[in-house]
C-alpha cells in the first residue's frame, strides 16, 4: 500500500527536494508527500506543525546535507524520527544522503536502508527509495526526470514537441509534472486534450475542447463554421496558446477529423504561430503521418520515455 512520507530536509536543498525528489514520490504512487512549503501555516508554531504532520506520516525521509546537522528544526525531527523506528526490517525512516557530510552514530552502522543520491542520476538509489515507499515509476526516476527537463525545455523555447512512450512508465503524470513547471516557473499554461475521449471524436468536439483547454469559449459552434472559428480563436491570441494532445496515434487508426482539419491545424503551428503542440503517441510523429498528410511538413523535437519491459 502506498505510503505518506515526510521530507526532512535543510533548506539550502529545497530547489533539489520541491523539483526532483517530491515530484518522483508524487508521481510514483506515494500517498501523500508531508513537506514544509506545502503544509506551513502562517501564525501558527512551527515546530508544533511540523510534530503534527510528521506524527500523521508512515516513513519519514532524512535529507542529510553538512547543513542538516547543525538545523535545531532538522535534527529535532531527525530525533522524531528515531525514536518512532522500529527495528530492522520495519524502519519507519529513510536516510537519504544528497551532500557528503559526517552523520551521526545512530546511521553509522547497520541501517535500515541507505539511499545514496550524491549522484541523482543513479536509477538503482532511486529504485531503492521508491521501493521503501511502496511506489513505482514504471522507469527510471532518472530517466522519468529527464524526459520532464526535456519537455519544459522545448515548451518554453516555443518548439512543438513528441513524446513517445515506450511500454508502461508513468506518462501522464509526466505531463502533470511538466503543466506545473511550466505554470509556476514560465507563466505557460499548457492544455490537455484527450483525442481517446468521446466528446473528440468529431472535428467540432475537438475544436471546442482545443479552446476550453486554452482558456476560451465559443458560442454557436457547429460543423460548418468550425475550422473559421477555430482559426479566429487562435489568431486573436496575443500569444501562442500551448496544448497537449494525448493519444495521437488513434488520429491515423480511426480517422476520425479530414485533411481540412489538420491543414488548418498545421497553419496555426507553423505559418501563424499561434499554436504551439505537444505530441504524446507510442511511436514517432514521422512514423505515424504519412509524407502526403497535411501535417507532416510539422517538424517536431523528440522525447523518449521508456518503461521497464
Known amino acids: 500500500m502506498p505510503k505518506k512520507v515526510f521530507i526532512s530536509y535543510k533548506h539550502e536543498p529545497k530547489e533539489w527536494v520541491k523539483r526532483r525528489l517530491v515530484p518522483c514520490l508524487e508521481a510514483a504512487g506515494v500517498e501523500e508527500v508531508i513537506v514544509d512549503y506545502k503544509f506551513g501555516q502562517a501564525g501558527q508554531s512551527l515546530i508544533g506543525q511540523m510534530n503534527k504532520h510528521q506524527d500523521r506520516a508512515d516513513l519519514s525521509v532524512l535529507v542529510f546535507s553538512p547543513d542538516y546537522l547543525t538545523s535545531d528544526y532538522c535534527t529535532h525531527e531527525m530525533q522524531r524520527a528515531l525514536a518512532n523506528n522500529p527495528p530492522f526490517p520495519n524502519s519507519t525512516l529513510i536516510p537519504v544522503i544528497r551532500e557528503r557530510c559526517s552523520l551521526p552514530p545512530p546511521f553509522q552502522a547497520n541501517p535500515p536502508l541507505w539511499v545514496d543520491l550524491t549522484n541523482d542520476k543513479l536509477a538503482d538509489q532511486w529504485d531503492l527509495l521508491l521501493k521503501a515507499c511502496q511506489a513505482d515509476l ?134 501563424k504561430k499561434k499554436l504551439v503542440l505537444l505530441i504524446e503517441s507510442r511511436d514517432h510523429f514521422n512514423l505515424l503521418v504519412p509524407s502526403n498528410h497535411p501535417l507532416s511538413p510539422l517538424i517536431l523535437s523528440n522525447v523518449e520515455l521508456g518503461g521497464r519491459p
Not at 525545455?153 to 513547471?181: A, C, F, G, M
Request: glycine share 6%; net charge neutral.
Open 138 to 271: 514504471g522507469c527510471s526516476a532518472p530517466g522519468w526526470l529527464k524526459a520532464r527537463d526535456e519537455l519544459v525545455r522545448y515548451l518554453r523555447r516555443h518548439d512543438s514537441v513528441n513524446l513517445v512512450i515506450r511500454n508502461n512508465p508513468k506518462w501522464r503524470e509526466l505531463l502533470k509534472q511538466t503543466q506545473t513547471e511550466l505554470e509556476t516557473d514560465h507563466g505557460i499554461r499548457l492544455g490537455l486534450v484527450d483525442l481517446a475521449a468521446g466528446t473528440a471524436t468529431t472535428v467540432k468536439g475537438l475544436i471546442s475542447e482545443m479552446i476550453r483547454e486554452c482558456g476560451g469559449t465559443v458560442s454557436n459552434l457547429n460543423n460548418r463554421n468550425a475550422l473559421a472559428k477555430m482559426d479566429d480563436y487562435f489568431s486573436r491570441l496575443p500569444s501562442p496558446a500551448f496544448l497537449a494532445l494525448i493519444h495521437f496515434d488513434i488520429i491515423i487508426a480511426e480517422n476520425y477529423y479530414n485533411h481540412l482539419f489538420f491543414a488548418a491545424l498545421r497553419n496555426l503551428v507553423t505559418e
